[in-house]
């Protein structure tokens, strides 16, 4: 036959903002915050064109115009963030990988880029990459 079990321990509830999820914190746990800075905005139009492209190969969405009347953006934004998926893939690498902004202006913006994407040779890309200081290496 088998006893219950009593575990006392002090639980507090606590919110980190008005509407915020509420969460237990546990007496000693630690708290984890989250990473200081934010993500810059050509990191997170990178990670959204290889997840429309995949999108759009898997039949998911039928085309680039679908995604765009979804995302409430018009058809010639779309193409622009599209256009990152036209870089070489270590430039596309960099751009997901770029560290988060501290404060200020991100060092890299979508406007920048567009030069970039119109040249087909990934090898005539990097060298632009390089001349325009876009590399952050």
Same mark, same amino acid.
């Given at each position: ?14 919110? *980190?903002? %008005? ?5 237990? #914190? /546990?007496?000693? !746990? +630690?708290?984890?915050?989250?990473? &200081? ?37 018009? *058809?010639? %934004? ?5 256009? #990152? /998926?036209?870089? !070489? +893939?270590?430039?596309?690498?960099? &751009? ?42």
């Amino acid at each position: 036959m088998t006893r219950p079990i009593t575990l006392e321990c002090s639980i507090h509830f606590g919110r *980190r903002g %008005r509407g915020a999820r509420k969460e237990v #914190l /546990r007496g000693d !746990a +630690p708290i984890v915050t989250p990473p &200081l800075g934010r993500i810059p905005r050509i990191t997170k139009l990178m990670a959204l064109a290889i997840k429309y492209d995949d999108l759009v190969r898997t039949g998911t969405v039928s085309d680039y115009a679908e995604l765009a009347r979804l995302g409430q953006v018009t *058809r010639a %934004r779309m193409t622009q963030i599209m256009n #990152l /998926r036209l870089l !070489a +893939p270590d430039i596309q690498e960099r &751009l997901l990988f770029l560290q988060r902004v501290m404060h200020g202006d991100d060092p890299i913006v979508l406007r920048r880029l567009q030069p970039l994407t119109a040249v087909a040779d990934w090898s005539k890309q990097r060298k632009l990459w390089q001349h325009f200081g876009l590399a952050t290496e």
